[in-house]
T-cell receptor
Framework: GEDVEQSLFLSVREGDSSVINCTYT??????LYWYKQEPGAGLQLLTY?????DMKQDQRLTVLLNKKDKHLSLRIADTQTGDSAIYFC?????????????FGAGTRLAVHP | DAGVIQSPRHEVTEMGQEVTLRCKPI?????LFWYRQTMMRGLELLIY????????DSGMPEDRFSAKMPNASFSTLKIQPSEPRDSAVYFC?????????????FGEGSWLTVV
C-alpha cells in the first residue's frame, strides 16, 4: 500500500541549512510534493518534483529525489525563523481513476537564533 | 482571488451534538477533498469529489460521518453524533484537475473540539 514516512522533529540554527527527509512506498507516484504548514493555517504547496527528475532547485529550496531508494529530501538554505513550520512530504496515489495525495506525518522544523 | 473558504473556523460542541462543517472551493475547481488532521494520525484523506460526485470515501471513519456536494461551489461534512475523539482540524481542499498536487489548494481549516 501507499505510505510516506518522515522524521518528526528537526532543530537548526538560523542561517544554517535544513534537510528534511522522507521515504515513500509507491514507485508509480508521478509527482512528489513538499507542503508547509504554519501554526493555525492550512497547507501551502512549497514545491514539487516530477518523478523523472533527480533534483529541482527553487531559490533557497532544493529537492532531491532518489527513485531507487524511494527517498525524497528538502533542503532549505540559509534557514530563517520564518521557516519554522511543519513540512509535509506527499506522494500521489491512484484510486478509482483519480489521483489523490498521501501525506507523511510531517516534520516540525524549529529554527533558533 | 478568494481561496478555499471554510466555516466555522473554530467550533466547540458537546458530545452527541451534530456538527456541520462547510466548504466553498475555488471557483472553477472541479475536485474537492476533505482531510482530517490529528496529532496521532496526521493528515488523513476522508473523502474526495470530482464534478460533485464522491469518488473515494474509503477514509470516512464510520457512519457518523457524511459528506455532500450539492453543487460545484459548496460542500458539507457532517458528524452526527459527535464524539470527543472527533476533535481535530478538518481541512477542505480543491483542485482544477484530477488532483495532481501542484494545483491543490487548502483552506485554513475548521478546528473542532468535542467535549
Amino acid at each position: 500500500g501507499e505510505d510516506v514516512e518522515q522524521s518528526l522533529f528537526l532543530s537548526v540554527r538560523e542561517g544554517d541549512s535544513s534537510v528534511i527527509n522522507c521515504t515513500y512506498t509507491d514507485s508509480s507516484s508521478t509527482y512528489l510534493y513538499w507542503y508547509k504548514q504554519e501554526p493555525g493555517a492550512g497547507l501551502q504547496l512549497l514545491t514539487y518534483i516530477f518523478s523523472n527528475m533527480d533534483m529541482k532547485q527553487d531559490q533557497r529550496l532544493t529537492v532531491l529525489l532518489n527513485k531507487k531508494d524511494k527517498h525524497l529530501s528538502l533542503r532549505i538554505a540559509d534557514t530563517q525563523t520564518g521557516d519554522s513550520a511543519i513540512y509535509f512530504c506527499a506522494e500521489t496515489g491512484f484510486s478509482g481513476g483519480y489521483n489523490k495525495l498521501i501525506f507523511g506525518a510531517g516534520t516540525r522544523l524549529a529554527v533558533h537564533p | 482571488d478568494a481561496g478555499v473558504i471554510q466555516s466555522p473556523r473554530h467550533e466547540v460542541t458537546e458530545m452527541g451534538q451534530e456538527v456541520t462543517l462547510r466548504c466553498k472551493p475555488i471557483s472553477g475547481h472541479n475536485s474537492l477533498f476533505w482531510y482530517r488532521q490529528t496529532m496521532m494520525r496526521g493528515l488523513e484523506l476522508l473523502i474526495y469529489f470530482n464534478n460533485n460526485v464522491p469518488i473515494d470515501d474509503s477514509g470516512m471513519p464510520e457512519d457518523r460521518f457524511s459528506a455532500k456536494m450539492p453543487n460545484a461551489s459548496f460542500s458539507t461534512l457532517k458528524i452526527q453524533p459527535s464524539e470527543p475523539r472527533d476533535s481535530a482540524v478538518y481541512f477542505c481542499a480543491s483542485s482544477r484537475d484530477r488532483g495532481t498536487g501542484n494545483t491543490i489548494y487548502f483552506g485554513e481549516g475548521s478546528w473542532l473540539t468535542v467535549v
